[in-house]
């Protein structure tokens, strides 16, 4: 369900927090669904449990999931987070688009992407 790209340069928790974020978004996840144990998830994704730990406490900070003390970690039920998910994902893509524009990316080639992206076949 979840696929790590251990040679990227985005940090294995950041990329873990996104793609649970993704599955909140598209509704694969839903309010007070249960995480995996760190432990369990670790095992099965072959990495440190730390790093789980970091990417469910970053989600919790978000508000995007909670945690029961002794029970585990479930998806909140906050009736913003997809607007606040939303939210973070635009936050990205203007990050991006001003990187682009200060190394001198033309206006219309970077909308040629978003419309190509946009105009994709879901998988």
């Given at each position: 369900m979840i696929k790590l790209d251990l040679q990227s340069r985005l940090p294995i928790y950041e990329q873990l927090k996104a793609r649970i974020s993704e599955l909140v978004l598209t509704g694969v996840l839903k309010p007070d669904d249960q995480l995996p144990s760190v432990r369990t998830f670790a095992?099965?994704?072959?990495?440190n449990p730390n790093?789980?730990?970091?990417?469910?406490?970053?989600l919790e900070r978000d508000n995007i999931v909670y945690s029961v003390a002794?029970?585990?970690s479930y998806i909140s039920s906050n009736s913003d987070l997809t607007d606040q998910l939303?939210?973070?994902?635009?936050?990205?893509?203007r990050q991006t688009v001003r990187q682009a524009k200060n190394a001198s990316v033309p206006k219309d080639k970077v909308l040629h992407v978003v419309e190509g992206i946009?105009?994709?076949t879901p998988k």
């Open positions: 095992r099965e994704l072959g990495i790093t789980v730990q970091k990417a469910y406490q970053e002794g029970r585990g939303q939210e973070q994902q635009l936050d990205a893509i946009y105009d994709e």
